[in-house]
């Protein structure tokens, strides 16, 4: 009796552990991109379905580079797919999700990254 109490306790214990929501990162975005070189400014747009996410991110709307991510748990991981003759200022980012924020380091730290949730 007191092994099956205990093994319902744990079940219950790790029911309040386990995240309360799912990182959502639909929507557009505010971009600072921070490097030695200086400071980057631009805009994204992305939709998740499920862990997958697409998109794009760029200087603004009318000159975007596609995007391809997955989000597991509350780390989303961003590659960049730049068109023929085109440069982009990542190959890949990896961020951490909060709400509206996302921060973290653009091609294995040779930069920051920072994505704010705006509402257009």
């Given at each position: 009796m007191i092994e099956r109490l205990g093994f319902l306790?744990?079940?219950l214990l790790a029911s309040f552990v386990?995240?309360?929501w799912a990182?959502?990162?639909t929507?557009?975005?505010r971009v600072r991109?921070?490097?030695s070189g200086g400071e980057i400014t631009g805009k994204a747009s992305l939709k998740q379905t499920a862990d997958r996410v697409t998109g794009w991110v760029g200087p603004d709307e009318n000159d975007?580079?596609?995007?391809?991510g997955v989000l597991k748990g509350n780390k989303l991981t961003i590659k960049t797919s730049p068109q023929p003759g085109r440069t982009v200022a990542f190959d890949q980012c990896d961020v951490t999700v909060n709400g509206d924020?996302?921060?973290g380091t653009i091609d294995t730290d040779k930069g920051k990254i920072e994505f704010v949730r705006t509402t257009q």
């Open positions: 306790s744990m079940l386990a995240p309360a990182a959502d990162v929507g557009n975005w991109i921070s490097t975007p580079s596609p995007v391809n924020k996302m921060v």
